[in-house]
């Protein structure tokens, strides 16, 4: 795979980066390479426009957006972008995380947000990793051992209980 990135990981502040690096860790270990940066519907929208705009023309083939609060984000860029965008509703002190929910997944009809669970960043990894193996096979085959490791540690966990 080159090392130009395909997965674009943004969010709307670094106080996100937490939830956001398990996004990161997961295509660390599908060996998907990406790119991460902070981009804020708020405070940065020209970059976010800009983001959006210009993603599948610089060889983007998902986006991975995770904002908290009035988190406008991943719908914003989805709203610039016709390429699939997963939202990462991050966990809110004021309301844990609903606000970032309702935020998100509360598309329209016509501009998609798939929106995975309140935090729930490695998800959001996995799911671009599983849209990507649409076309390719290899990586179609890392999701299947990911699988089988997971139900094996899932059967170790119920052996190990007491
Ligand atoms: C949102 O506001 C960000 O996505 C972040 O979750 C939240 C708070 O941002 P900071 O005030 O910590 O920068 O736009």
């Excluded at 860029?77 to 309301?95: D, E």
């Excluded at 390719?136 to 051992?145: G, I, R, T």
């Amino acid at each position: 795979m080159s090392s130009k990135p395909i997965v674009g990981v943004v969010m709307g502040s670094d106080s996100d980066w937490p939830t956001m690096k398990e996004a990161t860790e997961i295509l660390d270990h599908f060996g998907v390479p990406y790119e991460k940066q902070v981009v804020s519907a708020h405070r940065t929208p020209d970059v976010m426009a800009e983001y959006g705009s210009l993603a599948r023309e610089r060889g983007l083939k998902v986006i991975i957006a995770g904002a908290g609060g009035a988190a406008h984000l991943p719908g914003m860029l989805a709203a610039y972008t016709t390429l699939p965008v997963i939202g990462v509703p991050v966990k809110t002190t004021a309301l844990g995380g609903l606000d970032s929910l309702y935020s998100i997944v509360q598309m329209p009809n016509g501009v998609p947000v798939a929106t995975v669970a309140i935090g729930k960043a490695r998800n959001a990894g996995l799911l671009s990793v599983r849209m990507l193996s649409m076309n390719d096979s290899a990586l179609a085959d890392k999701l299947d051992d990911y699988h089988l490791s997971m139900a094996d540690e899932s059967i170790e966990k119920t052996k190990n209980l007491k």
